[in-house]
């Protein structure tokens, strides 16, 4: 049982805008940054987006964070084929000393 | 740019302990922390935990009772050792770089590419 709760899937056609949610706790989302990671079918993840809403150089800005109170949420807007992948959302959560905690992951189709 | 690579058996019988070996390249092992990270087959994301160049070490409270996490930074690597595996060990390990921005934000922003580690007999 996760502690951060995504949708398991969202899909979209080509050109659309998708948003993926990431719901937690006052303990987590509602008390540290929230970051974002892409991972294709068989390889690493990759940071897409920290601190809430920063882009790390290299990832396009048709991808943006945001956070409210204890959710937190990632738009890709003109959706591409290769955005095809599965994303999970990451923060610090206070309890149990302090770790580090995932979503369960959002598949995301383009149709 | 900095390049991280996970070593270690591929096949690790139940009981015994798994150990895994991550090498730092194209940069400086000090001044971050190092984490692990594993992937069970089909599912999400888990932290294991890390260490800070310090030796100060934080661990996934779930796994905290049988993981270790050391570093020998001349040699620019950090391990991980998790004792009495079960077949719900089995999973990708990757290993990866916590960074931090200018308001104390950390994030993982450089990962290995993950070694397949499958706990069987």
């Known amino acids: 049982q996760t502690v951060l709760t995504q949708p398991p899937s969202a899909s979209g056609t080509p050109g659309q805008r998708v948003t993926i949610s990431c719901s937690g706790s006052?303990?987590?989302?509602?008390?540290?940054?929230v970051n974002w990671y892409q991972q294709v079918p068989g390889m690493a993840p990759k940071l897409l987006i920290y601190?809430?809403?920063h882009r790390p150089s290299g990832v396009p800005d048709r991808f943006s964070g945001s956070k409210f109170g204890t959710s937190a949420s990632l738009a890709i807007s003109g959706l591409q084929s290769e955005d095809e992948a599965d994303f999970y959302c990451?923060?610090?959560?206070?309890?149990?000393?302090?770790?580090?905690?995932f979503g369960g992951g959002t598949k995301l189709t383009v149709l | 740019q900095v390049q991280l690579q996970e070593s270690g058996p591929g096949l690790v019988k139940p009981s015994e302990t798994l150990s895994l070996t991550c090498t730092v390249s194209?940069?400086?092992?000090?001044?971050?922390?190092w984490s692990w990270i594993r992937q069970p087959p089909g599912k999400g994301l888990e932290w294991i935990g890390y260490?800070?160049?310090?030796?100060?070490?934080k661990y996934n409270p779930s796994l905290k009772s049988r993981v270790t996490i050391s570093a020998d930074t001349s040699k620019h690597q950090f391990f991980l050792k998790l004792s009495s595996v079960t077949a719900a060990d089995t999973a990708v390990y990757y290993c990866?770089?916590?960074?931090?921005?200018?308001?104390?934000?950390?994030?993982?922003?450089?990962w290995g590419r993950g070694s397949l580690v499958t706990v069987s007999s």
């Open positions: 260490i800070y160049d310090t030796g100060t070490t």
């Open positions: 006052s303990s987590n989302i509602g008390s540290n940054p």
């Open positions: 194209g940069g400086s092992i000090n001044s971050y922390y």
């Open positions: 601190n809430n809403d």
């Open positions: 990451a923060v610090w959560d206070d309890s149990l000393n302090g770790h580090v905690v």
């Open positions: 990866a770089r916590r960074s931090y921005d200018d308001s104390s934000a950390y994030y993982f922003d450089v």
